[in-house]
C-alpha cells in the first residue's frame, strides 16, 4: 500500500513511513498518524487498554447530514470518535492516554469527545495515573452547536480536579490543534510539547489579519513560534517523544 506525502506529495510504501516515524524520509514533513499507529509508537508493547470505545455520538440538534458525516467519517477513519482513550505505560510508568484522530471530521471536538477526555482525567484521579494528551484538531464540532462549545469547560474542569490532585498532565500538541481545543484543555498542561512545524493556533491566519489590519509574521502558529512566545515548553522530535515522556514521567510520578 502506498501513501502520498502531504507536503511534496512524494508517493511512499506505507510500511517506509511507518519506519520512519511517518515523517517523509525526502522532504521530512511530519505526516499525520492514525491514533492506534501513534500509540504503538508511544507506549510499551502490548499495554494499551481501550477505554469508553463504544461511547458513539448521536446527532444532539438534528443537524441536517450530520449522521451521515459520522457515518462516513467512520469508514474513512475505522474509529468510531474523534478520540481514542485508554491506560498504558510508557518506560515502564502507567499512565492514561488520549490521542485525537484527524481521520474523524479532523479531530473536531463534540459531546462525545468531550465526554470521553473528560471521563479519562476522572478515572485517572481515581486511579491515582498521569495523562498523556496528543491533540489534533479543528477546534469545535459544529454540527453539535453551543454543546459543542460546552465541551471546553467540561473537560477543563476535569483537567482542574486531576490538577488539584497533585497529578501530572503532558500534552503533546501535533499538527493541526487549533480553535476550542487550542483554547481549553490543550493548552493547560503541566508540560506542553509539541512536534516540529506543527500549527498551533485559535482563529486562522487571514481572519487575524482582516481583523487586526497587521501583516503577520511567516512562522505565526507554528510550534516554534509558539515555543518563541513562551506557551510551549519543548519542540520534541518524534523519534525521542516515547523517551522525553518517559523521563518526564519518571521524573513528576515517583512513589
Known amino acids: 500500500m502506498t501513501v502520498n506525502c502531504i507536503k511534496c506529495k512524494a508517493e511512499l510504501d506505507i510500511s517506509e513511513l511507518e519506519k520512519h516515524f511517518y515523517v517523509c524520509p525526502k522532504c ?39 449522521k451521515e458525516k459520522l457515518d462516513a467519517a467512520a469508514k474513512k477513519s475505522g474509529e468510531n470518535e474523534g478520540v481514542l482513550c485508554g491506560t498504558a505505560s510508557i518506560c515502564g510508568h502507567k499512565t492514561c492516554i488520549f490521542v485525537m484522530n484527524t481521520e474523524f471530521m479532523m479531530g473536531s471536538m463534540g459531546t462525545v469527545v468531550g ?29 453539535e452547536g453551543v454543546m459543542s462549545l460546552m465541551q471546553m469547560a467540561k473537560v477543563s474542569l476535569a483537567v482542574k480536579n486531576h490538577s488539584d490532585a497533585g497529578l501530572l498532565y503532558l500534552c503533546c500538541l501535533t499538527d493541526p490543534t487549533t480553535g476550542g481545543v487550542t483554547a481549553s484543555f490543550a493548552m493547560l498542561a503541566d508540560i506542553i510539547i509539541a512536534e516540529p512545524s506543527a500549527l498551533v493556533g485559535f482563529a486562522g491566519r487571514r481572519v487575524i489579519e482582516q481583523n487586526t489590519g497587521e501583516k503577520l509574521p511567516d512562522d505565526f502558529q507554528s510550534a516554534e513560534f509558539q515555543k518563541q512566545c513562551g506557551f510551549v515548553d519543548a519542540i520534541v522530535k518524534r523519534d525521542n517523544q516515547r523517551k522525553f515522556i518517559g523521563d518526564m514521567l519518571a521524573i513528576h510520578c515517583v512513589r
Do not use: W
Open 28 to 66: 521530512f514533513k511530519y505526516n499525520r498518524i492514525p491514533p492506534r499507529a501513534r500509540i504503538a509508537l508511544t507506549v510499551d508493547g502490548g499495554s494499551f487498554e481501550e477505554l469508553f470505545g463504544d461511547v458513539t455520538s448521536s446527532d444532539p440538534i438534528a443537524f441536517p447530514g450530520y
Open 115 to 143: 465526554d470521553k477526555i473528560a471521563s479519562l482525567f476522572e478515572y485517572a484521579k481515581k486511579h491515582r495515573l498521569p495523562v498523556v494528551g496528543y491533540t489534533a484538531s479543528g477546534g469545535a464540532r459544529m454540527q
